[in-house]
């Protein structure tokens, strides 16, 4: 029979009152999934100091509970404490699975790495991420979804320190995975193939990165509509490289023309060719049209890799 939303509720309030330790950490989860962090931490709070009073330090709960607090102050952008509840999560869990690989050691490792690489710690998570990769290899298989978050940000933090010959067949490898894993058309599809446009166009490849972002934001204007910031940021991608592209080409003019011997007889050189006009008026309008953007390249990078 098929249940009525009264009748869960019913069902989920018995459950909470027939286990009292875990009424905070129901309350959080409902909380955060509503979107409200900040209400979701005093009960999430709560559940901890509850589950540590009923069954010490080292608990399964415990670990739950450590891990639940975590997640919620990610949310909040509290990053600093967070990844100290997760390091703590992992430590219980270790503890507990006697360093076997277990699943849930796998994922506090990666949560470990993530909250790490949102605060800059690159060689810290790479320790981490390594460790949950062969981990995960080891308990999943190599194509596994998990396998392909590991490689994902590895390969963004390799691009990031610029080892982008490294960078290239891990993020490779992830779009790979991805691909077969959740099929061409998945949102976490398009967030390895933002990755790996990103680090073609760093090494000027722009024809193969303009038709990957293109995918990229086809995948998301498909599945989470054109006004969000997934979207929105696809969008910023494909038209900065478009950008790029045309500052190459201006690059590679004017390298052209400069290569040209010059008559220094004559104060003012004169084009002979109608090719070599052109060529002169092409550069004279990038240049004109260009400057603004060159600038704001100097101070900005939007493309810094995404961790999904």
């Known amino acids: 029979r098929i249940r009525s939303s009264c009748e869960k509720r019913q069902l989920l309030v018995a459950s909470i009152m027939s286990n009292p330790i875990q009424a905070g950490y129901q309350e959080s989860i409902m909380l955060k999934a509503a979107g409200k962090y900040a209400d979701a931490e005093k009960p999430a709070r709560t559940y901890l100091e509850l589950s540590k009073q009923a069954h010490g330090e080292v608990h399964l709960e415990v670990g739950v509970a450590l891990a639940n607090l975590a997640s ?24 507990l699975y006697g360093g076997m690989d277990h699943a849930e050691t796998a994922e506090s490792l990666q949560k470990v790495a993530l909250t790490l ?6 060689q810290e998570v790479l320790v981490y991420f390594e460790r949950s990769l062969e981990m995960n290899k080891r308990l999943h298989g190599e194509e596994h979804p998990a396998v392909a978050t590991d490689l994902n940000v590895l390969g963004v933090i390799l691009m ?10 891990v993020l490779e490898l992830s779009l790979s995975i991805r691909e077969k894993v959740f099929g061409d058309t998945h949102p976490f599809v398009a967030t390895a193939l933002n990755n790996l446009a990103t680090l073609l166009e760093k090494v000027h490849k722009y024809d193969e990165a303009q038709a990957m972002f293109s995918r990229a934001l086809e995948i998301r204007e498909k599945n989470l509509g054109a006004g969000h910031k997934h979207t929105i940021h696809s969008q910023n991608n494909f038209s900065d490289l478009i950008e790029n592209k045309e500052l190459e ?14 008559d220094t007889r004559q104060s003012k050189q ?39």
């Open 72 to 95: 919620i102050l990610t949310e909040m952008h509290q990053n600093e404490e967070a990844v100290g509840y997760y390091k703590q999560s992992l430590a219980v869990r270790e503890t």
């Open 117 to 122: 690489h949102t605060l800059g710690r690159c």
């Open 160 to 169: 990031k320190q610029e080892q982008y010959e490294q960078a290239l067949p």
């Open 249 to 262: 080409s201006y690059h590679q003019t004017r390298r052209s023309i400069d290569k040209k011997p010059r």
């Open 270 to 308: 004169v084009p002979k060719t109608k090719e070599e006009s052109e060529r002169r008026a092409t550069v004279t309008h990038l240049q004109r049209e260009r400057t603004p953007i060159i600038a704001r390249r100097a101070t900005t990078d939007r493309r810094a890799g995404e961790t999904q």
